[in-house]
């Protein structure tokens, strides 16, 4: 994980604020080897207010090996894998006053939020604290592209309908503002936000 200048991604590349809890490093690269074929991508992403998440920006592809780079072989790059597994890495988040990459605190806790604290949260209920987890946890997921009200309700070990209630209690009091997650297309097309 690199800055777009190729300096290696700390946390206090992350300049850009999110809501109370992140910081986000406004762009980055970040390169992946596809094992199953290959190839080694690179991508470019950086953080789009307006899409409310990282976009992908630039692409480059190496052949690993002998293999030839065919557009059966770019048909199987996966670049959405390539950009989530980079975003925790680009993402900080501030636990008992030590700045840690979201990639930190997962090699550490396996999760983004330590089992003690979800359990505390749950049994509050949607407070004002809670509602910052949820904050962090949409964020994190939002911005790497993977389904956040998923990632609420395991996280904090929620049924689906009190995660996406407690997602709306944390849009309403404006906490996921800057964070955008399409999760699918109405009848005339346009995408519909989470």
């Known amino acids: 994980m690199r800055t777009p200048d190729g300096q290696h991604m700390t946390w206090r590349h992350a300049t850009l604020p999110l ?112 509602l910052g987890l949820v904050q962090l946890i949409y964020g994190v997921t939002a911005l790497a592209a993977r389904p956040p009200a998923r990632a609420v309700a395991a996280e904090l070990d929620i049924p689906d309908r009190t995660a996406t209630h407690w997602i709306g209690k944390a849009r309403a009091a404006g906490l996921l503002d800057g964070f955008t997650y399409a999760v699918g297309r109405q009848p005339n097309g346009a995408r519909r936000a989470e």
């Open 19 to 130: 809501g109370a809890a992140l910081r986000i490093a406004p762009a980055f690269t970040a390169t992946a080897t596809a094992e199953d074929i290959s190839v080694a991508t690179t991508i470019e992403a950086a953080y789009s207010s307006e899409a409310g998440r990282y976009r992908i920006v630039a692409t480059g592809h190496r052949a690993v090996g002998t293999v030839e780079i065919t557009t059966d072989v770019l048909r199987q790059v996966r670049l959405a894998e390539v950009l989530s597994a980079a975003v925790p890495s680009c993402v900080v988040v501030e636990f008992e006053g030590k700045h840690r990459t979201v990639q930190e605190v997962l090699a550490t806790e396996g999760r983004i939020v330590p089992k003690p604290l979800a359990a505390i949260a749950t049994a509050a209920g949607p407070t004002e604290d809670t």
